[in-house]
């Protein structure tokens, strides 16, 4: 699969959530008799996730800020600053990203991935994938030497949880070390590596130095997972599917057009 641009990836945000916007644009301010729609309301919030996904303002507050918007629009009026160079190239390059985004949201609309397209990428990826889960806990430390008494400890009969409790300085510490269960994909390389290689009921004999310390682990065990379901990764697979789709028509839209770069 070929890279894809930013610019792509924020539209296929804007064209999952476009289908939200209200038909009844109905008004939410009126500023000095000029009217404000929930529409203006509801692209505002699109554009303050994609900026910030983990920040929701209240509606209120969005409000105000479109409200804001609205007298400092009016103010650059008055001063006549929508008559510049300058502006008429901003506005020139907002019309060229609008329309280009709008563009991309209607083809995908006409031309959806069919179902059938999305199962058969489901099980050409994942179907049969056949899924390792470990069970493992680790005692961490900020140096070697520390590590290696601990070691020392464990190969003289140190019950694993105990020492862990007593030393790591992970926040699974007070749980003994205990990770639970895990795939080796969510740990960094070394440490997943490290655990692969031991036994159920083995230790590690010198430390695994990662970005966060030095690690002692100790396996416990290991099983056979189940793949997530069609319907978890579904989306994830729309997602890429319609990049591809996208990418496709875009170059068919550049081999059939006259375009020189001038350098």
């Known amino acids: 699969m070929k890279a894809t641009s930013g610019f792509i990836a924020s539209v296929l945000l804007v064209a999952a959530s476009h289908t939200a916007f209200a038909e009844a644009d109905k008004t939410i301010a009126i500023v000095n008799g000029s009217e404000l729609k929930q529409s203006a309301l509801q692209f505002y919030a699109l554009e303050r996730r994609q ?3 983990k920040n929701k303002m209240p509606a209120s507050q969005l409000i105000d800020d479109i409200v804001n918007m609205q007298l400092l629009k009016e103010e650059a009026i008055k001063k006549k600053l929508n008559k510049g160079t300058e502006f ?4 020139d390059f907002i019309k060229l990203s609008m329309l280009s985004q709008v563009a991309m949201i209607n083809f995908l609309d006409n031309n959806p991935i069919p179902e059938a397209r999305l199962k058969q990428e489901y099980d050409a990826r994942i179907g049969d994938m056949k899924i390792v889960e470990l069970k493992a806990s ?3 430390l900020d140096d070697g030497a520390k ?20 030393y790591s300085t992970g926040p699974t510490g007070p749980k003994g070390g205990d990770l639970g269960w895990f795939t080796p994909q969510r740990m960094v390389p070394e440490f997943s590596e490290a655990v692969l290689e031991l036994k159920n009921g083995e230790f590690t004999k010198k430390a695994v130095r ?4 030095w ?7 290991k099983r056979n997972g189940s793949p997530p379901s069609f319907e978890t990764v579904k989306p994830n697979i729309a997602a890429a599917l319609e990049q591809e789709h996208i990418q496709k028509h875009i170059q068919t839209l550049r081999k059939n057009a006259n375009i020189k770069i001038i350098k």
């Open 51 to 53: 900026n910030d996904p």
């Open 88 to 91: 008429s190239a901003r506005m």
């Open 138 to 140: 680790h005692i961490l």
């Open 147 to 166: 590590a290696k008494e601990v070691i020392n400890k464990l190969n003289n009969g140190g019950d694993f949880a105990k020492l862990a409790k007593e």
């Open 210 to 213: 990662t970005q966060f310390g």
């Open 215 to 221: 690690h002692i682990i100790l396996r416990s065990g």
